[in-house]
């Protein structure tokens, strides 16, 4: 089975860090991804990680671990325009690349 | 703007009615995925065309559903006799490689 686990919802406020953690069970691996999307909008691509460690891009890092079906998506130096929902999407083994979703995380930045 | 478009944006029909979305991809793009998201849930895989030849479909696609890529450009998804349930947003992403980029989607309400 597919399964994808990461919190509903969370509350930040505006300068300080926040970790999304997701975790997944998969019938197969080949990449893992953290999309952002705003309300009514499309996701956009954040971040891709295939092997285990960190991946910082700017104000975004993201984190994975194989062996623990684990991730994580860190946001530094939050601002306002980050209250969104991060969706944490696993590829599967298949060929075709298709995206396997979380629910995704409804992160609310406070000022 | 990621490059993807996707036409109508909002689609109000009855149930019973047929509806017709229409996705343009990036032009060099060679994959082309569908998928649907409802209220609060991350997007679903519906069905994949790697150019013209449509390799993979999702259960979720009954025979209510159809989809064509017919030049290996853009791409139409058809639902026959619409009903209440299938109201959600149709999300169109085109990829070459890792990251999909989503067009803006096509939000659709039966009533």
């Known amino acids: 089975g597919q399964n994808i686990d990461q919190p509903t919802e969370m509350t930040a406020t505006e300068g300080a860090i926040v970790q999304i953690n997701c975790t997944y069970q998969?019938?197969?691996?080949?990449?893992l991804f953290w999309y952002q999307q705003h309300a009514g909008e499309a996701p956009t691509f954040l971040s891709y990680?295939?092997?285990?460690g960190l991946e910082e891009k700017g104000r975004f890092s993201s984190f994975l671990s194989r062996s623990k079906g684990y991730s994580y998506l860190l946001l530094k130096e939050l601002q306002m325009k980050d209250s969104a929902s991060y969706l944490c999407?696993?590829?599967?083994?298949?060929?075709?690349?298709?995206?396997?979703f979380g629910q995704g995380t409804t992160l609310q930045v406070k000022p | 703007d990621t490059g993807v478009s996707q036409d109508p944006r909002h689609k109000i029909t009855k149930r019973g009615q047929n509806v017709t979305f229409r996705c343009d991809p990036i032009?060099?793009?060679?994959?082309l995925y569908w998928y649907r998201q409802t209220l609060g849930q991350g997007p679903e895989f519906l069905t994949y065309?790697?150019?013209?030849?449509?390799?993979?479909k999702s259960r979720l696609l009954s025979d209510r559903f159809s989809a064509e890529r017919p030049k290996g450009s853009f791409s139409t998804l058809e639902i026959q006799r619409t009903e209440q349930g299938d109201s959600a947003m149709y999300l169109c992403?085109?990829?070459?490689?890792?990251?999909?980029?989503f067009g803006p989607g096509t939000r659709l309400t039966v009533l």
């Open positions: 992403a085109s990829s070459s490689h890792n990251e999909q980029f």
């Open positions: 998969t019938s197969g691996f080949n990449g």
């Open positions: 990680n295939v092997l285990d």
């Open positions: 999407v696993v590829r599967g083994s298949s060929n075709t690349g298709k995206l396997i």
């Open positions: 032009s060099e793009h060679n994959r």
């Open positions: 065309f790697q150019n013209e030849a449509q390799l993979e």
